[in-house]
Structure formats: structure tokens, C-alpha cells
């Protein structure tokens, strides 16, 4: 069992940056894919990006916008959100799996999500 916490998140100005981290307890993360997704209200949960052994992928909306990085000593997981929209606002969640993959359902473990609010 591996148990997610995320945290970093809050309000924020358009154009302003801000960093999300996601602490892991049960078991080292340096065996798993680590995502972060987001759900805004209303909305269907989104891939953000990901971080594996063969690489990192990041959804269309924020690329060139945000990074992925990994401290595997410290079992943390880091996402670096730069240059912030309103439509970047929604509950970020935390997600470790055994695949490298954007969907949903390749994930085992989540976070509670921590809520990024972008104001204008």
C-alpha cells in the first residue's frame, strides 16, 4: 500500500507560479510511474503529467507551462506550475501506479487532492 499526500496548494494570481508536492508513506516511489491529474467542477478528471523510467508526459493544456521532477530520498514528487491560467484551477490529485499512462484506471494509489484556485 502506498498513501499519497499532496499539498502546496492554494490561491493564486494569473500569470504566477506555484509548486504542488505529493508525500508518499508505505512504500518508496522509485518503482512507480507518479502522475498528477485535476478536476475542475462539473468536469471529467484530466491527466497533467507524468513521471517514469522512460520518461515524462504532459497534457496538451500545459505543456511548456508546468514540470514533473521526483526526489525519490525524500519519497516526494513535485509538480512546478509556471505561468498559471483561471482554467488551470481545479483539485489536483496525486497518483502512483506501475505503467507509464495517462488514464485514470492505470493508477492504483491517490491523494485526498489539494485545490489550486487561479484568479484573474
Known amino acids: 500500500q502506498v498513501q499519497l499526500v499532496e499539498s502546496g496548494g492554494g490561491l493564486v494570481q494569473a500569470g504566477h507560479s506555484l509548486r504542488l508536492s505529493c508525500t508518499a508513506s508505505?512504500?518508496?516511489?522509485?518503482?512507480?510511474?507518479m502522475a498528477w491529474f485535476r478536476q475542475a467542477p462539473g468536469k471529467e478528471r484530466e491527466f497533467v503529467a507524468s513521471d517514469t523510467r522512460s520518461g515524462s508526459d504532459f497534457g496538451d493544456s500545459v505543456k511548456g507551462r508546468f514540470t514533473i521532477s521526483r526526489d525519490n530520498a525524500k519519497n516526494t514528487v513535485f509538480l512546478q506550475m509556471n505561468s498559471l491560467k483561471p482554467e488551470d484551477t481545479a483539485v489536483y490529485y496525486c497518483?502512483?501506479?506501475?505503467?507509464?499512462?495517462?488514464?485514470?484506471?492505470?493508477?492504483?494509489?491517490w491523494g485526498q487532492g489539494t485545490q489550486v484556485t487561479v484568479s484573474s
Open positions: 508505505g512504500r518508496t516511489i522509485s518503482g512507480y510511474s
Open positions: 497518483a502512483a501506479g506501475s505503467r507509464r499512462a495517462t488514464m485514470t484506471r492505470f493508477y492504483d494509489y
